[in-house]
C-alpha cells in the first residue's frame, strides 16, 4: 500500500483535509491502487540556508513510497500536485514551494514547482 507523507510547518485543519484529499485523489488514480495511507508532519519552526522562517509555511513537501513509478507518471504526479497544493494554498503569506519526492535522492524521482529536476536541470550540463 503506498504511503504519502506531507511535510509541512502547521495548517489549519481545513487546508490539510483539502491537501489529504486532493493528494490521495491524484494517488489513487495515479497509482491504480484505492488504498493510500497519508500522513501529515507539521513542525513548529523551519529554517531555509539557516534562517528561521518567521511562522509561514513557505513549502510543502510530498513524500511517496510505494510501487516504483515510471518518469512519465512521476511527472504527472508532481505537476498535478503542485497545481493543486498551490490552489489550495493560495493567499497563505509567504507560500513557494511545493516539493516532491519518491522512493529515492535522484533528480528522476525529486521535483519542485511541478518539474521532476532531471527536466529541470537537463539544460544545465
Not at 487546508?15 to 484529499?21: C, G, M
Not at 509561514?56 to 518518469?71: A, F, M, R, Y
Request: glycine share 8%; proline share 2%.
Amino acid at each position: 500500500m503506498p504511503q504519502i507523507n506531507i511535510k509541512t510547518l502547521k495548517l489549519d485543519q481545513e487546508k490539510k483535509d483539502l491537501i489529504a484529499e486532493t493528494v490521495y485523489e491524484t494517488g489513487k488514480r495515479i497509482y491504480g491502487i484505492p488504498n493510500i495511507e497519508i500522513y501529515f508532519n507539521e513542525y513548529d519552526n523551519c529554517y531555509i540556508r539557516g534562517k528561521l522562517v518567521a511562522n509561514q509555511t513557505e513549502s510543502i513537501l510530498v513524500e511517496l513510497q510505494g510501487p516504483v513509478l515510471d518518469k512519465a507518471k512521476r511527472a504527472e504526479f508532481c505537476k498535478e500536485i503542485n497545481e493543486k497544493i498551490h490552489m489550495i494554498m493560495k493567499g497563505a503569506t509567504g507560500f513557494k514551494l511545493c516539493y516532491f519526492w519518491d522512493n529515492g535522492a535522484e533528480n528522476e524521482f525529486a521535483g519542485m514547482n511541478g518539474r521532476l529536476f532531471s527536466e529541470i536541470f537537463k539544460n544545465t550540463h
